[in-house]
């Protein structure tokens, strides 16, 4: 078989497992051999057939295959690397194994394309959630946020990876939404698999809290995209256990063959879980004594993972054995299931977004706010300080009556302190000023951002800065707002030509071009980014290609203010007696 074909095969076999079709991903990867290919190619067939396993339920058999694709992805470059890393710490995660997951999650990070990297972050979000690092946890999916335009494929895992975080960290209606988010965007982007998991993470919510109609919704759908044993294992799980709630004894057979299929696979992680969900079904339903026996075989399993994993998901459901667990002596060795007394609380991650759509994103999700101007409130304290009752009716609430802006503020008040917890404007009676608290909030502010970018000591920040301050607060009018969006303008191609000087007498000349060209669209009308557009352009394109932009520049500026500036005249004369290079 020729070099390109076996490539194909490769290519093709991921297609096909894409598709549900494993037998035939099977047998295109069965041709190859695997001797006659180059490291890069033998690495990615034999992740390839990891994945394959892995999802069929063979999670030893992936992990296996995988360290043999490694071996061989040492001498491959770096990209693949970074893809056979990516599997590894997937398939240790899956075993249970979060702290090998994560050095190679950590390493495939660092390897990997954009798009791949954002793949690592939810991964490394998981992994760090089912530890019960939730600050860790959530510091990923926040990067994996920022950067899902680079992998518009993944924007399914983001919400859904956002749904285990909030059932984690007990914030039940927030997992709802984030899942029901999955759950769209998965369909909308024909990932059933994607869609199965945030259903059943659904199911999980529904059961705790009781909701059977949901639960019986849910687990509808779910059972429609079931393709594989994995797959159909999790749905043993969570519907036995829905079942077993109901007082249906075989909820219990549904539990058995759950815990079976994962002990045969290695996936030790969700052993411990069914354990903990069988030993509530027995508690329920009886015998107590296999309730005992659970409980002794979660306990085992948890230990020989290292008794790392965080718990509270499962238990928070689990009423009868958190009690047999709370009940046990100080030194019973089941009480390695329990939870540390003190779990540090999550911090919450806010952004306020004010270069597009105003908004409030509370960790990734938008925040639904009624009141049209409590972005502008919240941007105005950022930007002026604390400032008394009268300066924010006349600034922000220009032409309203004194008592309805008093009222208003009132209102967007109490709407941050039931939206965004921890975020607050309270009023200080002595000084007799409005600011913004945060207490156990991580804030971050759009604008913010793009002064530190122009304040940084790297100048190449500005080529990678979005500089769309025409923008601020879309939708406002108010002077102040006008008057700031006015002032950045200036100030980023302030910066932008010193910046532009120091590039084209180093011979940056490249660089010169981009920053131009981005900062022409933040002010069209200025003479000297065009003239930096041009002699960069000149240098980086040729003279024919420079005259052909010059041109160009003083036909915009013949339109848009009825002349040609003096400074593009004399750059066009110029440009016409350089030779041609």
Not at 390 to 400: C, P, S
Not at 403 to 414: M, P
Not at 537 to 565: D, K, L, Y
């Amino acid at each position: 078989m020729a070099q390109g074909d076996q490539t194909a095969h490769i290519d093709l076999a991921g297609c096909l497992r894409f598709e549900g079709e494993f037998e035939a991903a099977r047998q295109h990867l069965a041709g190859l051999n695997i001797a006659q290919l180059s490291s890069r190619d033998a690495a990615l067939a034999l992740r390839e057939a990891a994945i394959l396993e892995q999802q069929c339920g063979e999670v030893s058999r992936a992990a296996t295959l995988l360290d043999e694709a490694w071996s061989h992805a040492v001498g491959a470059p770096p990209l693949t690397q970074a893809a056979v890393a990516h599997s590894i710490g997937l398939v240790a995660a899956h075993q249970g194994n979060d702290v090998k997951a994560e050095a190679y999650l950590r390493f495939a990070e660092d390897q990997a394309d954009p798009a791949r990297r954002v793949y690592v972050q939810l991964a490394r979000a998981a992994s760090a959630t089912y530890l019960g690092k939730f600050e860790n946890a959530q510091q990923h999916l926040t990067r994996a946020q920022q950067h899902i335009a680079d992998c518009p494929l993944a924007a399914p895992l983001l919400p859904y990876g956002w749904g285990t975080w909030y059932r984690a960290t007990g914030c039940g209606e927030q997992a709802r939404e984030a899942f029901g988010e999955a759950i769209r965007l998965a369909r909308e982007q024909q990932q059933p698999e994607t869609e199965f998991y945030a259903q059943l993470g659904l199911v999980a919510l529904a059961t705790a809290a009781g909701d059977r109609t949901l639960e019986r919704v849910s687990l509808r759908r779910a059972r429609a995209l079931v393709k594989t044993p994995r797959a159909q294992a999790y749905l043993d799980w969570r519907e036995g256990t829905a079942m077993v709630c109901e007082g249906d004894a075989r909820g219990l057979e549904r539990l058995e063959a759950a815990r079976e299929a994962f002990q045969a696979a290695g996936c030790t992680r969700e052993v411990v879980w069914v354990l903990l969900h069988l030993a509530e079904a027995y508690d329920r339903l009886g015998p107590l004594e296999a309730a005992r026996e659970a409980l002794r075989g979660a306990a085992d399993a948890h230990v020989m993972l290292g008794g790392q994993q965080h718990l509270a998901p499962e238990l928070h459901g689990l009423k009868q054995t958190r009690q047999r667990l709370d009940a046990l002596g100080e030194h019973e060795y089941e009480r390695v299931l329990c939870a540390p007394s003190q779990q540090t609380p999550p911090v919450a991650h806010v952004d306020l977004v004010t270069l597009d759509s105003p908004a409030i994103l509370v960790n990734g999700q938008r925040a639904r706010l009624q009141m049209r101007k409590s972005v502008e409130v919240l941007a105005y304290l950022l930007r002026h300080g604390a400032s008394p009752l009268v300066t924010l009716q006349t600034e922000v609430f220009d032409g309203v009556p004194p008592a309805r802006a008093k009222n208003y503020i009132h209102q967007v008040r109490l709407e941050l302190k039931r939206l965004v917890p921890g975020l607050s404007v309270p009023y200080d009676p002595g000084a007799q000023v409005y600011r913004v608290h945060c207490e156990g909030v991580h804030l971050t502010w759009d604008l913010q951002e793009v002064r530190d970018a122009l304040l940084s000591t790297s100048p190449d920040v500005m080529l990678t800065t979005k500089f769309n301050v025409k923008d601020f607060l879309r939708g406002s009018e108010s002077e102040w707002v006008e008057a700031e969006r006015e002032r950045m303008s200036r100030w980023i191609v302030r910066v932008g030509l010193e910046t532009m000087d120091t590039w084209y007498n180093e011979g940056d000349y490249a660089k010169c071009l981009k920053l131009a060209e981005r900062l022409i669209e933040v002010d069209p009308l200025d003479e000297g980014l065009h003239d930096f557009l041009i002699r960069a352009t000149a240098q980086v394109c040729g003279i024919s290609a420079a005259r052909t932009t010059c041109w160009e520049s003083q036909a915009f500026f013949a339109r848009e203010v009825g002349h040609v500036p003096p400074l593009l005249e004399r750059l066009a004369q110029q440009l016409q007696q350089q030779p041609l290079n």
